[in-house]
């Protein structure tokens, strides 16, 4: 018999309507190959059916070698992505509902991608969770605790009312690392709204032939999702099981 769950708990790859996922992503990493630059025009007829416009990730602060440097394919909804460069591939998905969706089409495009490129092997599997926490403000704090099962343990001297926080925690979870930032941000422009960035980013530096990639995506969503649901509180479970509007 089937213990009963309190329902209040979250269950596995239980579905939240309401969920904060704002992106996922799936990267490989691999030896710098000049295939991939040789064979850009191939990359992008193999794929221009379901990703038909062209461009370039935004510029970021932090410099990039040249190899790293990578092209984007878009869908027409910008719902989804991929990435590529003579280093690393990489699948993104914005409007993502469950995780057997987002890894078929992930591996799917990988698989395309590899077969063109000749790759044998990658060095590095990412699986990553971008998730943006709407907060309100009380007295003009931020109330943590009605978010996630969080906090700072701090001495008397400095009160536990938090106007602005920055964390990041790295844990070794089987045989991967889970890189996890839990940052506030705030929006540009008069009419401020502030959010939760909660964000998780599991790695496994490993080589390995790509037929192993289902198995490793399938270990890394595991350990992510029992972080992510022993973080978030009961309250903002509630959040993310209400029908959006």
């Not at 379901?50 to 719902?79: I, M």
């Amino acid at each position: 018999m089937t213990p009963k769950m309190s329902p209040s708990k979250a269950r596995p790859n239980e579905v939240f309507p309401n969920a904060p996922l704002v992106e996922a992503v799936f990267e490989i990493r691999f030896d710098g190959t000049l295939s991939v630059d040789c064979n850009k025009h191939k990359i992008q007829a193999c794929f221009f059916d379901r990703f038909p416009a062209l461009g370039v990730p935004v510029a970021t602060s932090t410099p990039q070698p040249q190899l790293a440097v990578p092209l984007r394919l878009t869908s027409k909804d910008e719902n989804e992505l991929i990435q590529f460069s003579a280093v690393n591939f990489s699948y993104h998905l914005k409007k993502y509902t469950h995780f057997a969706g987002f890894k078929r089409a992930g591996l799917d495009a990988c698989k395309k991608f590899v077969n063109i490129v000749g790759l044998k092997t990658c060095q590095r599997v990412g699986l990553r969770y971008i998730n943006h926490i709407p907060v309100l403000r009380q007295s003009g704090l931020i109330p943590l605790r009605h978010y996630l099962n969080f906090g700072f343990s701090l001495p008397d001297t400095i009160p536990e009312k938090l106007e602005q926080f920055s964390t990041r925690l790295i844990t070794k979870l089987g045989d991967g690392e889970l890189r996890t930032n839990i940052v506030l941000q705030q929006s540009p422009g008069p009419h401020v709204s502030e959010w939760i960035v909660l964000d998780f980013d599991f790695i496994i530096e490993s080589k390995m032939k790509f037929n192993n990639l289902s198995v490793c995506l399938e270990a890394s969503h595991k350990h992510t999702e029992d972080v992510f649901l022993s973080l978030i509180s009961e309250k903002y479970l509630h959040i993310m099981r209400q029908r959006r509007k």
